[in-house]
């Protein structure tokens, strides 16, 4: 009988490993962030091991008691954070929120507006031919947002000539990927209704920057239902959610439960009543830094020469900056060459790629995020030394420099800020 004692260990040590690195690394992921201590503590407690099914007070399980007065108190922690009248905490991930407001307001073969990949749509939104879980999952035709590259940001005169080409549109998917400018919810939400759509906002990227005020107010602006992961500027644990008036409550209770969901991992509903409460207290603060910071990194980018997408309006509004690199080779390619010097940054499909014959392995373009290195605390300061570290990385020819420069940039930075107690960001032990 052969012993697994030392597999069993090794993932450990492995854990342990990958903490280390990501401590003395520039993590620039930008649908990535850190939790706080006590969220990382009740991620690991019982409520990980239970069910519960339906909602808070009509279970389908018994052993509840606890489990529904933390839902409950999510609910209202959440609808009060995204001023919203109606909110489902349940959804495990953005993908499978997308998918219950697909269920529960559209059919098979009806359409639905969003983005290409290219330009900023996510997977979720696409098409079947890209095994888009729009296409793929829900059989929706997906018909494009007409999108103006020079503004990085989507055309509304010529989205509206698409719409009225149109028979009919049943959801317009608003939000995106690649994120780095407010969309025009308010200038198209009209047009969209008209033609008999439902306006839907994906806010799994910015639903922190929405939260802190510091973006743009879907809610507010026409759109109807909104979308979000609780993981990406907004710091909690992985998983969704989603808000809409209360007219839409109960198709969309029901496309959740049990449409999409059955087990819906009850300690991460702890963990977003209390990310929620995080930023009711920190978040305006939060958001605010994660801009001014994105901008700092995106300006000292662009005076070092790197070509940031964006630059008729600032490079960005949000906590994302683009960077087309084909002048020293694809983002593929240089995904790895700063990964191999701990910058751990996304290739990226950037507009003009697909007809350039740049598919997602070699695309023209990487995506940086500053909402970690905000959330340890880094300001103003601290992104001009990231811009620089990430240009020279970029070169590739000072490789000992560069982790040694972000080696001793981390230093200080080690800890979660913007919550009730400073803690750890790489604790595992
Ligand atoms: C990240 C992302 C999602 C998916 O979220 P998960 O929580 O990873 O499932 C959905 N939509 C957009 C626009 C995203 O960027």
């Given at each position: 009988m052969p012993s697994y004692g030392s597999e069993f260990k090794s993932v450990i040590a492995r854990v342990r490993s990958h903490e280390r690195w990501f401590s003395e690394s520039l993590p620039m992921i930008a649908s990535e962030n850190v939790t706080s201590q006590p969220i990382r503590d009740v991620l690991s407690s019982d409520l990980g091991h239970r069910y519960a099914e339906g909602w808070p007070g009509e279970r389908v399980y018994a052993g509840c008691k606890f489990i529904d007065q933390i839902e409950l108190q999510a609910i209202a922690l959440g609808k009060k954070?995204?001023?919203a009248d109606f909110i489902d905490v349940r959804p495990i991930s953005g993908v499978v929120a997308n998918l219950a407001v697909y269920s529960a307001l559209s059919g098979p073969g009806d359409t639905m507006l969003a983005l290409s990949i290219p330009n900023g749509g996510h997977i979720s939104h696409g098409k079947k031919d890209f095994s888009g879980s729009a296409g793929l999952v829900h059989s929706l035709n997906v018909e494009y947002l007409a999108f103006d590259k020079d503004s990085m940001n989507i055309d509304v005169d010529e989205t509206k000539k698409r719409i009225a080409a149109l028979n009919s549109v049943k959801?317009?998917?608003f939000g995106a990927s690649?994120?780095?400018f407010p969309h025009p919810v308010k200038e198209l939400a009209q047009t969209i209704r008209d033609k008999g759509g439902v306006v839907c906002y994906d806010a799994a990227h910015v639903a922190g920057l929405i939260a802190g005020g510091q973006f743009q107010d879907p809610l507010r602006e026409g759109a109807q239902v909104m979308t979000f992961s609780t993981h990406k500027t907004l710091f909690g644990p992985q998983g969704g959610a989603i808000v809409a008036g209360t007219e839409f409550a109960d198709p969309l209770k029901k496309a959740v439960f049990p449409g999409t969901t059955s087990n819906h991992h009850l300690h991460s509903v702890a963990g977003k009543a209390m990310v929620f409460a995080e930023f009711l207290q920190f978040g305006r603060k939060y958001a605010k830094d994660v801009v001014a910071n994105a901008q700092a990194f995106a300006g000292r980018l662009a005076d070092l020469g790197e070509k940031v997408l964006g630059e008729k309006n600032g490079y960005t509004m949000s906590h994302q900056v683009a960077v087309d690199v084909m002048k020293y080779s694809d983002g593929g390619v240089m995904e790895k060459l700063l990964e191999s010097q701990n910058v751990i940054v996304n290739r990226q499909l950037i507009p003009g790629d697909l007809q350039a014959g740049r598919h997602y392995t070699n695309p023209g373009g990487i995506?940086?995020?500053v909402a970690e290195l905000t959330r340890l605390g880094m300001g103003k300061t601290e992104m001009k030394e990231t811009a620089e570290v990430v240009h020279l990385a970029l070169g590739g020819k000072k490789k000992r420099e560069v982790?040694?420069?972000?080696r001793?940039?981390?230093?200080?930075?080690q800890k979660v800020k913007y919550s009730f107690k400073d803690s750890p960001a790489y604790s595992f032990n």
């Open positions: 954070l995204f001023k959801l317009a998917m690649l994120f780095l995506r940086l995020g982790v040694g420069r972000i001793e940039l981390r230093k200080g930075f």
